[in-house]
């Protein structure tokens, strides 16, 4: 088999693949990055953020819109992670889940 057809054969492989990635969770492969970006740069900012220890929190992003889970010890620090999450590139919604616990 030459090298252009062995080329063209993977490359129909690896569409099939993401066509078929693409309609079990209904996204496409573009907004999985997308969201991955997303979910990143919020933990990012969470854990570099010296004003709140919030490692604690949890960060999922569907579509864009920002999850927060997890636990805070003062209603400061779950309003600050909301401040953080929407300063991320590309959020269009967060929803604050965090539940308030102090030690």
């Known amino acids: 088999m030459s090298r252009a057809l062995k080329a063209v054969a993977m490359l129909l492989v690896?569409?099939?693949f993401a066509t078929a990635c693409q309609s079990m969770t209904g996204k496409s492969a573009g907004t999985n990055v997308d969201d991955a970006s997303i979910t990143a740069a919020v933990k990012s900012k969470l854990v570099g953020d010296s004003a709140s220890n919030l490692t604690r929190v949890n960060v999922d992003t569907n579509n864009a819109t920002v999850y927060l889970n997890g636990t805070v010890e003062t209603?400061?620090?779950k309003v600050r992670?909301?401040?953080l999450a929407w300063q991320a590139k590309g959020v269009k919604s967060v929803v604050n889940n965090l539940q308030v616990q102090k030690k």
Do not use: G, K, S
């Open 14 to 16: 690896i569409l099939t």
């Open 75 to 77: 209603p400061e620090q």
């Open 81 to 83: 992670a909301e401040q």
